[in-house]
Each structure stands twice: as C-alpha cells, then as structure tokens.
T-cell receptor, first 112, second 111 residues
Framework: DTGVSQDPRHKITKRGQNVTFRCDPI?????LYWYRQTLGQGPEFLTY????????KSRLLSDRFSAERPKGSFSTLEIQRTEQGDSAMYLC??????????FGNGTRLTVT | EDQVTQSPEALRLQEGESSSLNCSYT??????LFWYRQDPGKGPEFLFT???AGEEKEKERLKATLTKKESFLHITAPKPEDSATYLC????????????FGTGTRLKVLA
C-alpha cells in the first residue's frame, strides 16, 4: 500500500491558463473522488468515479472543470481558463468499497 | 438539506487537559460517520468509522462515539503532537456517493 499519490504538489498559474492535475489511487481501489478545500473549510466534493465511469459530479462544478479516469486507474482533473477563485487545495481520495477514504496530500493551486 | 456542523471551530488546550469535539449532522439517511485528522499542508488522515448509534471506537488518546444526531471525539490527556484540524464526514445511504465534510475543529495543545 503505497498510498494515494498526487502530482504536482504545488502549481502557480496565471489567470486564464489551463492546468491539469494527476492522481494515482491505491492500486486495488476502484472508487476515486476529487475534492477541493480552501483555507479554514472542510473538503468540498467535486466528482466521483467508480472504475472508469464518472458517476457523480457536483452541481457547483462549472463547465471549466473536467475529470477523467481512463482504464479505471489514474485520474486527471483539468481546469480551463483558470480564475482567482479556483485557488485552493485539490484533494484526491480512493476507497475499495463504501467506507473510509484514503486521501493524497493534494495539489495546491495558486492563480495569480 | 444534508449538512454537517462541527464545534468548536478552534480549541486550545493545555497538555493533559481532556476535552471533546462535536460533530452534529442532519441527513436523510446515515450510512457511516468518519473522523479524520488533517495536518497543515497535508491530506486528511483517517481515524475512525462509526456506523450505528451507541458505537464507540478508540485509538490511543482518542475515542469516538455516535448518537442518532451527533458524534463526539474525546481527547484524553492530549499532547502537543495531537495538534491538528479534526474533520468529520458523513456518507449517506442513498441519493449520492459523496461524503459530506464539516468545516473542522482546529485543535492546539500547548506544552
């Protein structure tokens, strides 16, 4: 169990640029979640994959956000035309079944 | 609307001073309640899962309990290394796959 891995750890980008984050879940976990967390707040749900199928997406997620999980392994989260309000920690978590989530250490995005 | 509320927002304790953190929830149906610890700049680390009222779980200085409306995280004789943000989350029985998190309690234990 090598844990959930996220890359990069930090990303600074200019407003209007596109960014992509990667998450490698624990290998035997078929469930994968993306969350966003801002300072002083709890994680906020973005989207959920079961294997390669995206089964749920937050209504708060604008069309600028897209996530994929090809072949049910790693996942990517892309943000197009970034805005300053997108600055946050983006967390990925995985689980094998309904139960506890295993989180990565996140990607901290700063939009200038 | 399903929601989770944690209190207090912040807590300062002297080393050895026991206390409790509260997580109250209003949900359509509870599948499970989870406690996490989060250190600055890191992802949440799993602590406990509780599934039914009356259930208790313990780990070192921490004990989590669950009722039909709330959960408590009891910290006995805390040490400075227990300083962190403690988050609770709920998983619902139907209608969504997401886990709903509270805003957390920031705990500082002073030596």
């Amino acid at each position: 169990d090598t844990g959930v891995s996220q890359d990069p750890r930090h990303k600074i980008t200019k407003r209007g640029q596109n960014v992509t984050f990667r998450c490698d879940p624990i290998s035997e976990h078929n469930r994968l979640y993306w969350y966003r967390q801002t300072l002083g707040q709890g994680p906020e749900f973005l989207t959920y994959f079961q294997n390669e199928a995206q089964l749920e997406k937050s209504r708060l997620l604008s069309d600028r956000f897209s996530a994929e999980r090809p072949k049910g392994s790693f996942s990517t989260l892309e943000i197009q035309r970034t805005e300053q309000g997108d600055s946050a920690m983006y967390l990925c978590a995985s689980s094998q079944a309904p139960g506890d989530l295993h989180f990565g250490n996140g990607t901290r995005l700063t939009v200038t | 609307e399903d929601q989770v509320t944690q209190s207090p927002e912040a807590l300062r304790l002297q080393e050895g001073e026991s206390s409790s953190l509260n997580c109250s929830y209003t949900v359509s149906g509870l599948r499970g309640l989870f406690w996490y610890r989060q250190d600055p700049g890191k992802g949440p680390e799993f602590l406990f899962t509780l599934y039914s009222a009356g259930e208790e779980k313990e780990k070192e200085r921490l004990k989590a309990t669950l009722t039909k409306k709330e959960s408590f995280l009891h910290i006995t004789a805390p040490k400075p290394e227990d300083s962190a943000t403690y988050l609770c989350a709920v998983q619902l029985t139907s209608g969504t796959y997401k886990y709903i998190f509270g805003t957390g309690t920031r705990l500082k234990v002073l030596a």
